[in-house]
């Protein structure tokens, strides 16, 4: 062993002693055919190469980031800067090796990262030109060419890195003999085919099957790995996409590997010959990029495709500033296994485009999120997320990438109506009000906040929409169920609208609105007396979210889009992990959502529900419990429900998002109220029933 190890050690010496010399000779000779064999050339080069390291530091190679359903194999899309997915040498075919071992380095496997031989025959070939013919470069140096050009971080070290200079060469040879030592030949293979250019943004051989031929390294027939080897030498002058010309360049650059194919036996020449009868078949592969290029037939995943990238923007884990998380994004070839549902998105829309078409101006966004972990499921509107042009003038219609659902940008969402007393009976459970305070509601509340124009006397004067149904004595039960304004008001003016401000916020409510924005502030919310009608602006997935926070039992969870998240190495990020702490007592989530129970036209554990604004909803969930909220915002502008379970929480509002003043009707309110529970059966579908808890006596009743 001794003595082996003596030996590997002096033909290593001798390789570097070699190729320190001779790479001075020659480099000085490909870069400058006419430059004599001087001392000088000598010198520069033994001087360049016996300063370069023997470690080349091989960062990780900028890959795809893939974003795929809660399945973990139902692929969203993909972010990339560069297309790059690597793959093992395991599922790289023999055929394809091969061919690029004949195409660009023969002596691949005989050699030991520099080739002598191959340094004099280009020697040779260049002289003769009088130019630079012929390179030497082995696919071992090449690949440390292109590890040393994704590795540069900043524009002088990509320019050394790509620079026709003799240090570059000699950095080359001497990185190449130093990984030779490391890794095996196989090990250099798998490295090269992954990270070498084949055009159209394709890094590595598995890009470069799915674009060309729109198939896998795997399935990769012998004419095919002979042309895709032969675009490396140049993928421009190559591209057998790029018209006639390109064409035959490619088709006579195949039939050069193929011939050096069968110089290296590597192949029959029967092999060789029907090789080169068979046609280019190109057939290429799209590898999409972004929430534009979710799966053609279903662009309506591009909404909670667009509210990930807002998600993933906001989260420190993956840089300092939204620029290098987008960065992260696109090179840290992350799998991204999402909460996304096909199956639950699939009801949504269908739901959704039940009530209005694609072509319509009114909308009908709905989201679905999870108590207990705020995983959002679903994310559906009557849109197609995409860039492409719309027919007849219209904005924003059927196609938009207008996020309509969680916000963002111009949209801050919608006015939800009686949606919002929901935060108003929190707020008065947490005050030490009971279920069952009552107060003999008008059909016109006179209150104490005043107005800048119109109400009673200078003050707000809310009123009810349906006087004989909804005035008279009311509880929260009773009040919520039949959604009378008027109790609701009083309640609110009875703790202060500023708590019932504050609890919105605690539930996750944002306030986008400008108007809002100003109106939420502390010192000013005090004087926010038709806030629990539902006048500020709210979106979906926030409505829904907050009202999960209430099946929780008081646990808010900020919403979530992932299941996991796993970088390039395999090490999990903890920002998949739910987020979640406690804002509500156990006891005043449960309290209301007993009181939520009465207007789908069910019963709580006391009893005391006595009508509801979408009994539909309670017959559609038979014996399953269920809890939700109608809202109707001033002259039916706007109509919305959010119903939940312990399990699923899913809101709805039917509007019309380019003109807010573009009233729904009132007419359109149950099938909104339908819409969200089919959407909530499906996402239910396999499910145990859970029941809700008991709220205290205390908390009903009173001490």
């Keep these: 062993m001794r003595v082996r190890r003596q030996h590997t050690l002096l033909a290593d010496l001798a390789s570097l002693l070699l190729c320190g010399v001779l790479a001075g000779v020659v480099v000085a000779l490909l870069a400058f055919p006419g430059f004599g064999l001087t001392g000088l050339a000598l010198k520069s080069g033994s001087d360049v190469f016996g300063k370069t390291p023997d470690k080349l530091s091989i960062p990780e190679p900028p890959q795809n980031s893939s974003l795929y359903a809660n399945d973990g194999k139902t692929l969203l899309t993909q972010f990339y800067a560069d297309d790059r997915m690597p793959t093992d040498i395991a599922h790289i075919p023999t055929v394809m090796q091969h061919a690029i071992v004949a195409a660009e380095d023969t002596r691949f496997y005989q050699h030991h990262g520099v080739d002598p031989r191959g340094i004099v025959r280009s020697l040779l070939a260049n002289r003769q030109a009088g130019r630079v013919s012929e390179g030497a470069s082995t696919l071992t140096m090449q690949y440390v060419r292109n590890v040393l050009m994704y590795s540069a971080q900043t524009p002088e070290q990509l320019q050394q890195a790509t620079e026709q200079t003799m240090g570059r060469k000699l950095r080359e040879m001497r990185y190449a003999l130093a990984l030779e030592r490391k890794y095996t030949k196989s090990q250099i293979m798998e490295r090269y085919l992954n990270i070498i250019y084949f055009g159209h943004q394709a890094y590595g051989i598995k890009a470069a099957a799915r674009i060309y031929f729109d198939t896998t390294p795997e399935k990769l027939t012998l004419p095919q790995a002979a042309l895709l080897a032969g675009v490396v030498k140049s993928p421009d002058a190559f591209d057998p996409e790029s018209g006639v010309d390109g064409r035959k360049a490619a088709l006579a650059r195949r039939t050069y590997v193929l011939d050096s194919m069968r110089k290296l036996h590597y192949l029959t020449p029967a092999q060789d010959a029907a090789a080169k009868k068979a046609p280019i078949g190109l057939k290429s592969g799209s590898v999409p990029n972004g929430c534009t290029e979710v799966p053609s037939n279903h662009p309506d995943w591009g909404f909670f495709c667009d509210w990930f990238v807002q998600w993933w923007d906001q989260q420190p884990a993956?840089?300092?500033?939204?620029?290098?998380?987008?960065?992260?994004?696109?090179?840290?070839?992350?799998?991204?296994?999402?909460?996304?549902?096909?199956?639950?998105?699939?009801?949504?829309?269908?739901?959704?485009?039940?009530?209005?078409?694609?072509?319509?101006?009114?909308?009908?966004?709905?989201?679905?999120?999870?108590?207990?972990?705020?995983?959002?499921?679903?994310?559906?509107?009557?849109?197609?997320?995409?860039?492409?042009?719309?027919?007849?003038?219209?904005?924003?219609?059927?196609?938009?990438?207008?996020?309509?659902?969680?916000?963002?940008?111009?949209?801050?969402?919608?006015?939800?109506?009686?949606?919002?007393?929901?935060?108003?009976?929190?707020?008065?459970?947490?005050?030490?009000?009971?279920?069952?305070?009552?107060?003999?509601?008008?059909?016109?509340?006179?209150?104490?906040?005043?107005?800048?124009?119109?109400?009673?006397?200078?003050?707000?004067?809310?009123?009810?929409?349906?006087?004989?149904?909804?005035?008279?004595?009311?509880?929260?039960?009773?009040?919520?169920?039949?959604?009378?304004?008027?109790?609701?008001?009083?309640?609110?003016?009875?703790?202060?609208?500023?708590?019932?401000?504050?609890?919105?916020?605690?539930?996750?409510?944002?306030?986008?609105?400008?108007?809002?924005?100003?109106?939420?502030?502390?010192?000013?919310?005090?004087?926010?007396?038709?806030?629990?009608?539902?006048?500020?602006?709210?979106?979906?997935?926030?409505?829904?979210?907050?009202?999960?926070?209430?099946?929780?039992?008081?646990?808010?969870?900020?919403?979530?889009?992932?299941?996991?998240?796993?970088?390039?190495?395999?090490?999990?990020?903890?920002?998949?992990?739910?987020?979640?702490?406690?804002?509500?007592?156990?006891?005043?989530?449960?309290?209301?959502?007993?009181?939520?129970?009465?207007?789908?036209?069910?019963?709580?554990?006391?009893?005391?529900?006595?009508?509801?604004?979408?009994?539909?909803?309670?017959?559609?969930?038979?014996?399953?419990?269920?809890?939700?909220?109608?809202?109707?915002?001033?002259?039916?502008?706007?109509?919305?429900?959010?119903?939940?379970?312990?399990?699923?929480?899913?809101?709805?509002t039917a509007c019309t998002p380019d003109n807010p003043w573009d009233s729904v009707g009132a007419g359109i309110s149950s099938s909104v109220d339908i819409a969200v529970a089919k959407t909530m059966l499906s996402a239910l579908r396999g499910q145990p029933i859970k029941h809700f808890h008991r709220p205290s006596a205390t908390i009903a009743y009173g001490s």
């Design 318 to 652: 993956f840089g300092a500033n939204t620029a290098e998380r987008e960065m992260k994004l696109r090179t840290g070839g992350y799998k991204i296994v999402t909460s996304f549902s096909p199956r639950v998105q699939r009801s949504a829309e269908r739901a959704s485009t039940a009530v209005y078409s694609k072509d319509n101006s009114k909308a009908l966004p709905i989201a679905a999120v999870q108590p207990g972990t705020g995983r959002v499921v679903a994310m559906a509107v009557n849109r197609n997320y995409s860039l492409a042009s719309n027919p007849n003038g219209w904005a924003n219609r059927p196609n938009t990438v207008d996020q309509l659902i969680a916000g963002g940008g111009d949209i801050v969402g919608y006015q939800t109506g009686s949606t919002m007393k929901m935060f108003t009976m929190l707020a008065a459970l947490e005050s030490g009000y009971s279920l069952d305070t009552g107060f003999n509601a008008p059909g016109r509340l006179a209150t104490g906040y005043p107005v800048s124009s119109g109400g009673c006397g200078g003050y707000y004067c809310p009123v009810n929409d349906n006087p004989p149904w909804m005035d008279g004595y009311r509880t929260m039960w009773t009040g919520y169920g039949r959604s009378v304004n008027t109790y609701f008001v009083w309640l609110e003016q009875k703790i202060g609208a500023e708590k019932a401000v504050n609890m919105a916020k605690r539930l996750g409510i944002q306030f986008r609105a400008s108007t809002d924005e100003a109106l939420s502030k502390p010192g000013r919310a005090h004087g926010w007396g038709a806030f629990t009608l539902g006048v500020a602006d709210v979106t979906p997935l926030e409505l829904a979210n907050a009202y999960a926070t209430v099946a929780a039992q008081g646990m808010y969870c900020k919403p979530l889009p992932a299941t996991s998240i796993t970088d390039a190495t395999g090490k999990a990020s903890p920002a998949a992990k739910p987020s979640c702490h406690r804002v509500l007592r156990a006891d005043v989530a449960r309290a209301a959502t007993d009181a939520a129970r009465c207007p789908v036209g069910t019963q709580g554990f006391y009893h005391k529900c006595d009508g509801g604004t979408a009994n539909e909803v309670g017959a559609m969930f038979g014996s399953r419990p269920v809890a939700g909220k109608t809202g109707s915002s001033e002259t039916n502008a706007t109509e919305s429900f959010v119903g939940f379970t312990p399990q699923i929480a899913v809101a709805g």
